[in-house]
């Protein structure tokens, strides 16, 4: 290779320390890319591959304008990918050599401060693991708003399940050792950095925990190296406590779609979607997260719950209150912006704005009683900030800061004075235009200016003739003559020289501006944090007037009676008044229902409801129901079947058995936990067994709360040997052939399953469901049934005996898997296979036994 131009040798220098982006070089108005970056950017933006350099050397390139820069970067940043922006760090007109340049920034997936990759209402999550022996510590930081959330958990897949799958997270920085464990993929994984939490940063967290230092040191030091600037925003580390949160693993939030519908992945359909009358982007927020970590700490959640009646109680306030949030801007990120330096003049305007609104909303909660008070004190006012801004900027300042125009009147003398000059100046130049009409007798001459000739004075063609000796040609027209005189030159120089003093001097004071402000940040969040969680508490109070909700009481003696309760979501989707409220009781006497009744009578609706109603209750909200009255949980499990489960690759089956150990293993008699038909994935025999058997180890072991619903008739006997269980079944009721869901739940059991009734509604052809019928009748007859009630029983043999041709084959193959089985049975290694692992493997067997009678 011959050798490289020297700035081509600067590139090979930077590029070198950052493999893992794309390096971003800025040429004049353009950033270039090169080489493989280039390559691989042009296919992903699809932007046009060119060369620089001939022969040979030719490097291939393409390049983004730097103006519009943003949008590109978004759009890798989106895919993954990471950006080293390289800017010119001297000024090209005065550089000797080769402009000197250097990477300023690398924005990362997870540290993305500007633009639409930005959600108003969704945090963005950078995630840092330290992982130990036993437990892992994790730090997880929004470097938009500054906050940091740090924890000790069990090392175990569901706690890094759940962490890798919290809303909002858009990367991971482990080390070498962990990141091979992480089953991350779309997610960037940095390496290779100290653990040390850097000196100056060690105000941000105050505790001892080493995995919770090594990880949120990882953190800082990866922030500090790709952002290259000082992160004043970053807010102490919030440790986060377990036993003060109620815990839902990530199915179980998915499952009762408390932040996004299962189907459509949307906020609309969901918990967070039904209770969002938020005013403020960060209030939006907050709720999310709120819904995410419901408390377990009687004593918080009473005071959420006594805002929410407070603003219940007074709707004028409410209102007032509502029209001052609608006031207030993004606090919490405009923090971010001023610490980052990339604020404006026109977003310290947004924050005047909302400081503005502070005492206003201080005296209002003053006003609502003692607990309102509590919360308007805590509000910072930051009053020298407001009055700072007040004074310095006019009201629409313009975007860029190097414009002039910013700055108010009165702000600075010296500013006032330039200003003066150019006002001057203008009057002058206008003066101008009458003096020389007159003297000239030129009435249509006119003052312009241009930013090529600067200013003239235009004269039409047919006027030409009238202009005087001392005016000096700039510039012909096709219908004008554009003309200078010595006393415009001069005072063309005074005004330019007194804009461009201006906007110098401007751009001075607002970085001095800025710098005050950088002072306020902690004040600032502060602020933003109060805020936002009086805009979430005024949010809960219009839904639960809207949606008729009531207070919800806690028992102490774990007791759960919901009288009239339903379901917040599904209500909504259906016409009001249409949905059946139900009841519930569960205590230490009665804490395990079993459920049945047919398909689509409502069983897991019912389920939901209740989990769904504890959430709202843990997160300071009203709840669905005439009566509620709720035990705290500590954690809520649910084994609910999802559409889901099919697209995740593994087996319905194979994943019902995973939740539900899980739940087995971890729930305490302070937990939630809903089983869904256990056992649907498998053989009638092999599904019945196990849900009956798991039935009975929750009674005897966790002796949790527990609904159960189940299309096993065969298990309500059970009401008669476990105290603690009973049996509620859905009603449905036969007419005239076609089954009618009530939607009401009853004590007992129900009679009969209406499969049949279920396929008639689902308009399968008249031809199955007659026959269906009529096999039913005949099964209904004979001896055939293994046992009275078995409506699961019914179903298979039904499919059976349709099938008659198929029997003969069967038995053959059946024959030859089996002695294949015996060998593999035989070779098994019984005693060093987890129960896991010995589900799977007769999943697996299941699977092949199914596979070779289809085909
Ligand atoms: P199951 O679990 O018994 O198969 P679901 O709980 O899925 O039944 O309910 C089926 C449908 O019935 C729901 O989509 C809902 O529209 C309706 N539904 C359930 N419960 C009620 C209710 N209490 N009131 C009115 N409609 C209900």
Known sequence: ???????????????????????????????????????????????????????????????????????????????????????????????????????????????????????????????????????????????????????????????????????????????????????????????????????????????????????????????????????????????????????????????????????????????????????????????????????????????????????????????????????????????????????????????????????????????????????????????????????????????????????????????????????????????????????????????????????????????????????????????????ATNELKEMESKILNAEDQMETLEYELFLQIREEVQRYIPNIQQAAKMISEIDVLQSFSVASEEKRFTKPLFSEAGELRLERSRHPVVEETIPVGDYVPNDIHLDGERDMLLITGPNMAGKSTYMRQVAMISVMAQIGCYVPADLAVLPLFDRIFTRIGAADDLASGQSTFMVEMVETEYALQQASANSLVLLDEIGRGTSTYDGMALAQAIIEYIHEKNQCKTLFSTHYHELTILEEQLGRLKNVHVRAEEEDGNVIFLHKVEDGKADRSYGIHVAKLANLPDQVIDRAEHLLQELEQTEHRPTRHSSVHEQLVLFEEMEPASTKKRDKTAKRSKSEFEQEVQQLDVLNLSPIQALEKIYEWQRKINDSERG
């Open 1 to 483: 290779m011959s050798k490289q131009t020297p700035m081509m040798q600067q590139y090979f220098r930077i590029k070198e320390e950052h493999q893992d982006a794309f390096l971003f070089f800025r040429l004049g108005d353009f950033y270039e890319l090169f080489y493989d970056d280039a390559v691989l950017a042009a296919r992903v933006l699809e932007i046009t591959l060119t060369k620089r350099g001939k022969g040979d050397d030719a490097a291939p390139m393409c390049g983004v304008p730097y103006h519009s820069a943003e949008n590109y970067i978004t759009r890798l940043v989106e895919q993954g990918y990471k950006i080293a922006i390289c800017e010119q760090t001297e000024d090209p007109a005065t550089a000797k050599g080769v402009v000197k340049r250097d990477v300023v920034r690398v924005i990362t997936p997870g540290t993305v401060m500007e633009g639409k990759a930005i959600q108003a209402e969704e945090n963005q999550y950078i995630l840092s693991l330290s992982i130990g022996i036993a437990q892992m510590g994790y730090a997880r930081t929004d470097l938009s708003t500054g906050e940091t959330e740090v924890g000790v958990t069990d090392r175990g897949d569901h706690e890094m399940h759940r962490l890798l799958h919290m809303d909002g997270l858009k990367e991971v920085v482990v080390d070498e050792a962990a990141g091979s464990h992480l089953p991350v993929v779309g997610m960037t994984m940095s390496t290779e950095m100290k653990e040390e939490i850097p000196s100056h940063m060690d105000h941000l967290y105050d505790g001892n925990e080493p995995l919770i230092r090594s990880a949120f040191g990882r953190l800082l030091n990866y922030l500090t190296h790709t952002q290259k600037r000082s992160l004043q925003h970053m807010q102490p580390a919030v440790t986060h406590i377990h036993q003060q949160h109620m815990q839902m693993d990530v199915h179980t939030r998915k499952n009762l779609e408390i932040i996004a519908s299962l189907r459509e992945r949307t906020k609309s359909g969901s918990l967070y979607g039904l209770l969002d009358f938020t005013k403020t982007a960060m209030g939006s927020r907050r709720l999310r997260k709120w819904i995410e970590q419901p408390l377990y700490d009687q004593s918080q959640i009473e005071a959420r719950i006594q805002m929410v009646s407070v603003f219940l109680d007074n709707p004028i306030e409410r209102r007032t209150l509502q029209e001052a949030l609608q006031q207030v801007y993004d606090l919490e990120r405009l923090a971010g912006k001023v610490a980052y330096g990339n604020v404006n003049a026109r977003e310290l305007v947004q924050l005047r704005k909302s400081l503005q609104q502070v005492p206003g909303i201080r005296a209002l909660l003053s006003q609502l009683g003692e607990s309102a008070n509590e919360y308007g004190k805590n509000i910072e006012e930051c009053a020298p900030l407001e009055v700072l801004l007040r004074e310095a900027f006019v009201d629409e300042p313009p975007i860029s800061i190097k414009e002039a125009g910013m700055i108010s009147a009165g702000y600075n003398e010296q500013l006032d004075t330039y200003r003066e000059a150019t006002e001057n100046g203008k009057t002058w130049l206008s003066d101008l235009e009458k003096t020389e009409r007159e003297r000239t007798g030129i009435k249509t001459l006119k003052v312009g200016y241009n930013r090529v000739f600067g200013f003239y004075l235009e004269v039409s063609k047919g006027s030409a003739h009238l202009v005087p000796e001392q005016y000096e040609r700039r510039q012909t027209l096709t219908n004008a003559e554009r003309f």
